[in-house]
C-alpha cells in the first residue's frame, strides 16, 4: 500500500509553535493465498504483494489446492489428499490447527466460502459425477444440492447467502440459480447457455456470466437479474479459448474478463454497463482475474511460452505490473478479505 507523507508548513510570520500531524497507522498487508507446486509438490502459499513474501503453509508430502478464505479472513479451506481422497480442510492462516471437513467425498473441487461463513459449497464427483455440494463448516454435514443427469459444476453465492448458482452441461452450458438448500431450481440463461457466473457484490444487482452466442461466434460477457430477466449482452468480440472468467470489483462498478488480442488471450476491465472497455494486459496469455478488496489491484495468471503458471498483480489500470511466484495452479488467486 502506497502511503503519501504529510507535508506541515509554517508561515514565515507566525512564532507560534506548530505540532506535527498525527501519523496514520498502516493497515494490515494485503494478502494472497494461492496453490504452486515451485517446490515439487502441490502446496498452499501466503503471498504479500508489496514485498514478495511467499510463505509455504502446509509443507508436506500432500497434494494441497484450491484455497479459499472465510469471510472474516481468520482460515483457509482448501483441498488435501493427506487422508487419501481428496477433501476439504481448514487451517488457521499461519498453517496451524488443520481440520478436516468432508471425509471420503472424493475429488473435491470449487470451493466457495458461504458470506456467513458457516458453509462452503463445492463440486464432489460422488455419487458418479460432478454435482454442487454443501458441507456445514462446524458439523461436517454434507448437503447434496443437486443431482442431475448432466454435471453441475461452478458454484457461487448471491452477496446475502440466501442463493447459489451453478452452471449445468447438457450439450449446450446453463446457468442456474436455487436456494441455499437447493430447492427452487431456476434456469436463468436462455438456450444460448452459460457458464462463469459471478453475482454482483451489491445486493440485489446482476449476474454476469459468459455464453457463445451469434456472429462471430464465441464466448461473450452478460449480465442477467438472479430472476432470468433482464439479460444484456456486454462485449461484442468473441473468445474462441473458452470461458472468460468475468469478475466484479467489490464495488460493483466494473468487470474484469478475458479478452483475445491478436489471438492471445488478455485481461481487459469495462465500467458494469459495458462500457469503457480496455485491455489492460501485453504479450503472454492471462487469465483467472481477482480484485484486491480495495479494488486498487487485480491478481492473474500469466502463462509466457516455455515457463509454468505464475501469479501476477497489477494496478488495476494495468500499469506497475510484478511478479509474485511461480509453478501455481490453475484456481485462482484468492485475497484475503478486509
Known amino acids: 500500500m502506497r502511503f503519501l507523507a504529510l507535508l506541515v508548513f509554517a508561515s514565515v510570520l507566525s512564532l507560534a509553535p506548530v505540532s506535527a500531524a498525527p501519523v496514520p497507522k498502516a493497515g494490515p498487508p494485503r494478502v494472497l493465498v494461492v496453490s504452486s507446486n515451485k517446490g515439487g509438490n502441490w502446496d498452499i502459499y501466503l503471498v504479500i504483494p508489496a514485498t514478495g513474501e511467499a510463505k509455504n503453509l502446509t509443507d508436506n508430502k500432500a497434494s494441497d489446492t484450491d484455497p479459499i478464505w472465510a469471510p472474516d479472513g481468520t482460515r ?13 480442510w481448514t487451517m488457521k492462516t499461519d498453517g496451524t490447527d488443520l481440520q478436516q471437513i468432508t471425509k471420503k467425498q472424493e475429488s473435491c473441487s470449487g470451493l466457495r466460502w458461504s458470506p456467513d461463513g458457516k458453509f462452503i459449497a463445492f463440486v464432489s464427483a460422488k455419487p458418479g459425477r460432478d454435482q454442487v455440494h454443501t458441507v456445514e463448516v462446524a458439523t461436517g454435514k454434507v448437503t447434496a444440492l443437486t443431482a442431475d443427469i448432466v454435471g453441475a459444476r461452478q458454484p457461487a453465492w448471491s452477496s446475502d447467502g440466501k442463493k447459489l448458482s451453478f452452471t449445468s452441461y447438457g450439450g449446450r452450458w446453463a446457468t442456474h440459480v436455487m436456494n441455499a438448500d437447493g430447492t427452487e431450481k431456476t434456469k436463468i440463461t436462455d438456450d444460448n447457455g452459460g457458464a462463469d457466473a459471478a453475482w454482483s457484490p451489491t445486493d440485489g444487482g446482476p449476474i454476469v456470466f459468459v455464453a457463445m452466442t451469434g456472429t462471430p461466434q464465441g464466448w461473450k460477457v452478460y449480465t442477467v437479474g438472479a430472476d432470468g430477466k433482464g439479460q444484456k449482452q456486454l462485449t461484442k468480440s468473441a473468445n474462441n479459448y473458452g470461458n472468460v472468467y468475468p469478475q466484479w470489483s467489490p464495488d460493483g462498478t466494473k468487470i474484469s474478463f478475458g479478452e483475445l488480442v491478436d489471438g492471445v488471450l488478455q485481461v481487459a476491465v469495462m465500467k458494469a454497463d459495458g462500457s469503457d472497455q480496455k485491455v489492460i494486459t501485453t504479450k503472454h ?36 505490473g510484478k511478479e509474485l511466484l511461480t509453478n501455481v495452479a490453475q484456481p485462482a488467486a484468492e485475497w484475503k478479505p478486509k
Not at 487469465?287 to 515457463?307: F, H, L, M, N
Open 76 to 88: 483457509i479451506a482448501f483441498v488435501s489428499d493427506r487422508e487419501g481422497g481428496q477433501d476439504i
Open 285 to 320: 496469455q492471462h487469465a483467472y482475474t481477482r480484485w484486491s478488496p480495495d479494488g486498487k489491484s487485480i491478481s492473474v495468471t500469466r502463462y509466457e511460452r516455455g515457463k509454468s503458471a505464475a501469479l501476477w498483480v497489477y494496478d488495476a489500470d494495468g500499469e506497475n
